[in-house]
Structure formats: C-alpha cells, structure tokens
C-alpha cells in the first residue's frame, strides 16, 4: 500500500464510502480503485487525483496534501516496495525523483546512514 492509497481508503472509511460507490462516482471500475488503494497502479494524474478530491470534498490543505501524497506513491519503481509500509514507499520514491539532484556528499551521506543500521 501507498501513502496515497492509505489516505484514500482512510478517507473512504471515514465518510462511509463503499468501494463500489466511489467507484461508479469517479466512472471507474472497482478493480482499478481497489489496485490505486493497494498500490497495484501507477501514479493517478492530476486530474484523476482532483476528482477524487471533489468526491471527498477536499479543499486548499488537505487537496494539497492528497496531490503531494499522489506525487510520492508510485509504485513502479527500482526497489520493490510491496509489502513493505507506507512509509517505505514514500522513502522509494523521494530517492527515485530526487537521487540525480542529490550533491555527492549527500548520497554518501544516505548510504552511510543506511548501512549502519
């Protein structure tokens, strides 16, 4: 699962949402929502991610939060994160945008961190 994909199964639970509902209100199909909360699609667009928005009635913060959380949560990426916790995701796929931006000491910095676990 994703930092997105828990957020919006949160959100879900907490209106009371089934996942057939949003579904049919996003014009989606159940499997494709179920994959987008489980982490077994990619990225939702912008626009995906506005509507589920609009579904939620999210405004200013906390749309804002939920795009940022959509950015983080790819879940195609190098380092296999199925299984793993949110969080581990989000770190997977800030290393994956940023790693080509990182100066040299930094990385050095990463790997020393990594390996004294």
Known sequence: MTPFGRRIRALREQQ???LQ?????????????????????GRPSRVRVHEICQFFNLVWDEADELQRLARISHPRVTVDTSGLTPEATELANE??????????????????ALKDE
């Open 95 to 112: 290393l994956a945008q940023r790693i080509r931006k990182l100066p040299p000491e930094k990385v050095k910095g990463l790997l020393a």
């Open 16 to 18: 009371g949402a089934s």
């Open 21 to 41: 509902d949003m579904a049919a209100a996003l014009r989606v199909s159940t499997s494709y929502l179920s994959a987008l909360e489980h982490g077994r699609r």
